[in-house]
């Protein structure tokens, strides 16, 4: 029973940070594959601070989002002047650098070894210590994100955000400053995946770098895609499907050391074969109204 | 003082590695204008090829580098012909095609780790290459040098072929004009496939420099494609010199800030040569003064 609930709180955690990622590559057109970076940003914070500060896990995480904010912003006043691949390359080079840190500053983050023993998140006394309980939260934190990414999809700044996204020169000459929106989401978007990042480091209660490279990032992206671009139902769905849908492999008793790149292989065939035959992905975008 | 120019002199032996993964991309990026992120996985599964034939098989040196090249440049146009053409066929986004290529640079990754566990593989080398020799101040090995003389050949030969062949001309009609290129009666389909075989046979010459030197593990594609994307992007996309003038740059910069910084940072210093081009210069070292 534990197992299924663990499964699910995994597939909620997912669905936070393709719903933060789904503001950048669904409504703005914005392709990154530094997701699991900024997912790391609020792992670690969250990590550092319960363990070795004793703070809360709720103000850990959300000093973890200010930072990852903080850096968000600093990387994309350059990044996100230049368009389309240029700014691929630059997120994909701040991944990288990410791990690297993560793995070279060991007096901070303990190096390849990572952080363990991170106490469950715990509210006024409520402490979130069984799996149900942590069910109930990642719910309720994936219903957030949702709702925030929702209000931004359907608010005048989430049209100028698709206007970008169509026509960027068109939305420039409309007078709209296309690098401060550009901006804002994904400030926006990577203080979510913080918090998701955060959840994570609550509910494993053990982060290392490998966590948080790469192949998350496109794992990410890939739940983005393969669930809907610009719609957030779409994601969760989607982290539904591609969490779930590998996790039947257990029963099919394929032996651990190739379970997970099969696993990849799945989710890199999905891709590939959305592209060519479903590219809206499982629940397309609603036109908007 | 010596050590500053052995530095300086190691980062332009890692520069011509550099611009031959640049040089491979390139050709690829910058005359389709896909970014062909299986272009690592060809790199990957091309030095599993090798190490498998060389070591596990124990077939001759010649025979494979022979195979390793045969594959890359098959796998590279059987890419273009299955999954990039019927992509370009019902009109799919740039962005559609980019993460094709992801999922497909996934899909390969992880099938060489099915196939030969995720561990690196070394590929023995024969001692007297490994031996350093001195040139004035400096020490070279003969690996080091077989690679450099083995870039600045494939620089030259590409620069020819792209110059004076008629398939070369058509590829760089098709870079410059598709639409154009179309018109005027080349079979497009026929020279993309021609690209990709270029690119992908380029993948191949570098992963047998680089897996003789250190080795191959499942993710050295990844690592490649990053260096040939900053480098391609720091040297230019519009020249095929670009890339090469971005990989010695990076090979360099990484070497001698290896003088103040740690080697970990690395692949951090080249991030950094990046951002600093995308800042001040976005068309890169080669290109146009004034960005479009």
């Given at each position: 029973m534990d197992y299924i609930f663990y499964v699910l709180i995994l597939a909620s955690l997912y669905a936070i940070l393709a719903v933060s990622l789904n503001l950048l590559v669904g409504l703005t057109g914005l392709v990154s594959i530094a997701h699991a970076g900024f997912m790391a940003i609020g792992a670690y914070a969250t990590a550092l601070l319960t363990t070795?500060?004793?703070?809360?896990f709720f103000a850990a995480a959300v000093v973890g989002m200010g930072l990852a904010a903080l850096v968000a912003a600093l990387l994309a006043v350059p990044t996100l002047k230049v368009t389309g691949d240029h700014y691929i390359i630059a997120s994909f080079g701040f991944q990288v650098i990410i791990i690297s840190v993560l793995l070279n500053w060991p007096a901070l983050t303990n190096g390849p070894f990572g952080i363990s023993g991170i106490p469950r998140p715990s509210l006024f006394g409520f402490a979130f210590a069984s799996y149900p309980r942590l069910l109930v939260l990642a719910v309720a934190l994936a219903g957030l994100a949702g709702w925030v990414a929702w209000r931004i999809a359907v608010s005048p700044f989430g049209a100028v955000l698709r206007a970008i996204r169509e026509d960027e020169g068109a939305a420039r000459s409309l007078g709209k400053d296309v690098t401060r929106f550009k901006v804002q989401v994904f400030v926006v978007g990577c203080a979510l995946a913080a918090l998701g990042g955060a959840l994570y480091a609550g509910v494993t209660s053990f982060i290392d770098p490998p966590s948080f490279d790469i192949h998350e990032s496109i794992f990410i992206l890939a739940i983005v895609i393969i669930g809907g671009k610009g719609n957030v139902l779409g994601s969760m769905l989607g982290a539904l499907v591609l969490i779930v849908l590998p996790e039947l492999l257990k029963f099919l008793a394929v032996p651990s050391s190739i379970a997970d790149p099969l696993r990849r292989v799945l989710y890199g065939v999905l891709l590939m074969a959305f592209m060519r035959?479903?590219?809206?992905?499982?629940l397309r975008e609603r036109p908007a109204r | 003082m010596g050590e500053l120019l052995q530095l300086t002199v190691n980062g332009l032996i890692a520069g011509s590695a550099y611009a031959l993964l640049a040089l491979g991309f390139w050709v690829v990026y910058g005359t389709t204008r896909t970014f062909h992120f299986a272009h690592g996985g060809v790199y990957t599964l091309g030095g599993y090829v090798f190490y498998h034939t060389l070591?596990?098989?124990?077939?001759p040196f010649v025979v494979a580098v022979a195979a390793t090249l045969l594959v890359t440049a098959l796998l590279g146009m059987a890419i273009e012909r299955f999954v990039y053409r019927p992509l370009r066929a019902i009109g799919a986004s740039d962005m559609e095609t980019l993460l094709s290529s992801l999922g497909l640079y996934v899909l390969i990754e992880n099938l060489v780790i099915i196939v030969w566990k995720s561990d690196p593989r070394l590929v023995p080398v024969a001692e007297p290459l490994q031996q350093g020799l001195p040139f004035g101040p400096v020490w070279i090995t003969g690996l080091q040098l077989v690679g450099l003389v083995a870039s600045l050949g494939l620089w030259g030969g590409l620069a020819l072929f792209l110059r004076r062949s008629r398939v070369g001309k058509a590829i760089r009609a098709l870079a410059a004009d598709p639409e154009m290129t179309e018109i005027v009666g080349i079979n497009e389909d026929r020279i993309r496939l021609v690209v990709y075989a270029v690119g992908s046979l380029l993948a191949g010459c570098s992963v047998v420099l680089s897996a003789i030197d250190t080795g191959i593990a499942p993710s050295s594609g990844m690592s490649a494609l990053l260096i040939a994307t900053i480098s391609v992007i720091v040297g230019g996309t519009n020249a095929v010199s670009g890339g090469v003038a971005g990989g010695f740059l990076i090979g360099v910069v990484e070497n001698v800030g290896i003088w103040k910084i740690a080697s970990e940072w690395k692949q951090a210093i080249a991030f950094g040569v990046l951002a600093a081009f995308i800042l001040l210069r976005p068309t890169g070292l080669l290109g146009p003064r004034q960005a479009k």
């Amino acid at each position: 029973m534990d197992y299924i609930f663990y499964v699910l709180i995994l597939a909620s955690l997912y669905a936070i940070l393709a719903v933060s990622l789904n503001l950048l590559v669904g409504l703005t057109g914005l392709v990154s594959i530094a997701h699991a970076g900024f997912m790391a940003i609020g792992a670690y914070a969250t990590a550092l601070l319960t363990t070795k500060a004793g703070a809360n896990f709720f103000a850990a995480a959300v000093v973890g989002m200010g930072l990852a904010a903080l850096v968000a912003a600093l990387l994309a006043v350059p990044t996100l002047k230049v368009t389309g691949d240029h700014y691929i390359i630059a997120s994909f080079g701040f991944q990288v650098i990410i791990i690297s840190v993560l793995l070279n500053w060991p007096a901070l983050t303990n190096g390849p070894f990572g952080i363990s023993g991170i106490p469950r998140p715990s509210l006024f006394g409520f402490a979130f210590a069984s799996y149900p309980r942590l069910l109930v939260l990642a719910v309720a934190l994936a219903g957030l994100a949702g709702w925030v990414a929702w209000r931004i999809a359907v608010s005048p700044f989430g049209a100028v955000l698709r206007a970008i996204r169509e026509d960027e020169g068109a939305a420039r000459s409309l007078g709209k400053d296309v690098t401060r929106f550009k901006v804002q989401v994904f400030v926006v978007g990577c203080a979510l995946a913080a918090l998701g990042g955060a959840l994570y480091a609550g509910v494993t209660s053990f982060i290392d770098p490998p966590s948080f490279d790469i192949h998350e990032s496109i794992f990410i992206l890939a739940i983005v895609i393969i669930g809907g671009k610009g719609n957030v139902l779409g994601s969760m769905l989607g982290a539904l499907v591609l969490i779930v849908l590998p996790e039947l492999l257990k029963f099919l008793a394929v032996p651990s050391s190739i379970a997970d790149p099969l696993r990849r292989v799945l989710y890199g065939v999905l891709l590939m074969a959305f592209m060519r035959f479903l590219p809206a992905g499982l629940l397309r975008e609603r036109p908007a109204r | 003082m010596g050590e500053l120019l052995q530095l300086t002199v190691n980062g332009l032996i890692a520069g011509s590695a550099y611009a031959l993964l640049a040089l491979g991309f390139w050709v690829v990026y910058g005359t389709t204008r896909t970014f062909h992120f299986a272009h690592g996985g060809v790199y990957t599964l091309g030095g599993y090829v090798f190490y498998h034939t060389l070591v596990a098989l124990g077939a001759p040196f010649v025979v494979a580098v022979a195979a390793t090249l045969l594959v890359t440049a098959l796998l590279g146009m059987a890419i273009e012909r299955f999954v990039y053409r019927p992509l370009r066929a019902i009109g799919a986004s740039d962005m559609e095609t980019l993460l094709s290529s992801l999922g497909l640079y996934v899909l390969i990754e992880n099938l060489v780790i099915i196939v030969w566990k995720s561990d690196p593989r070394l590929v023995p080398v024969a001692e007297p290459l490994q031996q350093g020799l001195p040139f004035g101040p400096v020490w070279i090995t003969g690996l080091q040098l077989v690679g450099l003389v083995a870039s600045l050949g494939l620089w030259g030969g590409l620069a020819l072929f792209l110059r004076r062949s008629r398939v070369g001309k058509a590829i760089r009609a098709l870079a410059a004009d598709p639409e154009m290129t179309e018109i005027v009666g080349i079979n497009e389909d026929r020279i993309r496939l021609v690209v990709y075989a270029v690119g992908s046979l380029l993948a191949g010459c570098s992963v047998v420099l680089s897996a003789i030197d250190t080795g191959i593990a499942p993710s050295s594609g990844m690592s490649a494609l990053l260096i040939a994307t900053i480098s391609v992007i720091v040297g230019g996309t519009n020249a095929v010199s670009g890339g090469v003038a971005g990989g010695f740059l990076i090979g360099v910069v990484e070497n001698v800030g290896i003088w103040k910084i740690a080697s970990e940072w690395k692949q951090a210093i080249a991030f950094g040569v990046l951002a600093a081009f995308i800042l001040l210069r976005p068309t890169g070292l080669l290109g146009p003064r004034q960005a479009k």
